[in-house]
């Protein structure tokens, strides 16, 4: 049985379809991060658009239960796969687990990433060198392994799933902001040196994405009405809009798209310039430690 703090991820119960549904049909996704939350979504719509695909991450019996669920729903194929995105021979066995499966990779989403909440008077070395280490490190690694084995001679499409939390600083989010702030800038240099081989490279940069183990856990103590008033379209997003959002920009309509970051949060980080607002969620956080 799943715990609660790790419930089951499930499928859509239906889905409308804005494109054609064999839009990238044929091509095969590696995507970390798959096994729960945003990306098993992404995970999913590009199944539903004929996508195979991997999912990555660290805890193989919930990547089988989710590749099983995905399967189940879509009709088309996932392997689960164990990898630790900080362990290059780990990257390297499952990228080479996906080419003996597929024979090809098209896509990346680099999606694995480590997070908490905690002020950085209380930070210590090994935590804030922990999210470097899987946000960062973890990117660079799985780009580089697949880029080596298989876009530097077919070309491909990189997403790389960021946050907006360094573009004004967040409150207790140093140690994530630090590392989607690297990602975003190796992002720059992806796309420059990998573009003559016929690879672009985005970043994705999610707001408050409903039904999320981040706004679960991460909220501060925040409501879902605190959420929902603090930004400029009134909603989080949900993890159906950033699944669509990357299958967009996955396909040849988006063929110009290289380099840059497409912020999807409904204008919240533009709205998010009240310090009092951000020292209230520090207080309430350090009032319950």
């Not at 689960?80 to 090809?104: H, M, N, S, T, Y």
């Not at 990346?108 to 990433?113: D, E, K, Q, T, Y």
């Not at 360094?166 to 989607?180: C, E, F, N, P």
């Amino acid at each position: 049985m799943a715990s609660s703090e790790f419930p089951d991820e499930k499928c859509m119960d239906s889905y409308n379809y804005s494109f054609d549904k064999n839009i990238i049909g044929g091509k095969v996704a590696f995507i970390t991060g798959g096994g729960s939350g945003i990306c098993f979504t992404i995970a999913e719509i590009f199944m539903r658009h004929g996508c195979r695909t991997v999912i990555g991450g660290r805890k193989l019996d919930r990547l089988k239960k989710s590749a099983k669920t995905l399967t189940d729903a879509t009709g088309v194929k996932c392997v689960p796969v164990q990898v630790d995105v900080r362990k290059p021979a780990e990257v390297i066995a499952a990228v080479d687990v996906c080419l003996q499966e597929f024979g090809r990779i098209d896509i990346l989403i680099n999606g694995a990433a480590g997070n908490f909440l905690c002020p950085l008077e209380s930070m210590s070395f090994n935590a804030f060198r922990t999210v470097m280490e899987i946000d960062t490190l973890g990117t660079y690694n799985v780009s580089k392994v697949v880029y080596d084995k298989y876009f530097k001679s077919h070309g491909g499409v990189i997403i790389n799933i960021t946050a907006t939390l360094h573009y004004r600083g967040t409150i207790l989010q140093a140690h994530v902001g630090s590392a989607k702030a690297a990602i975003e800038y190796l992002t720059r240099h992806q796309a420059l040196e990998w573009g003559p081989q016929g690879v672009r490279v985005l970043c994705v940069a999610p707001g408050a994405i409903g039904d999320t183990e981040g706004v679960r856990r991460l909220s501060g103590g925040a409501t879902q009405e605190d959420i929902n008033r603090a930004i400029p379209i009134r909603r989080m997003g949900t993890r159906q809009e950033i699944g669509e959002i990357c299958l967009f920009l996955v396909t040849d309509m988006a063929g110009l798209i290289t380099s840059s970051t497409v912020i999807a949060d409904g204008a919240a980080w533009l709205a998010d310039g009240s310090e009092e607002k951000r020292m209230e969620m520090y207080r309430k956080f350090m009032s319950r430690m």
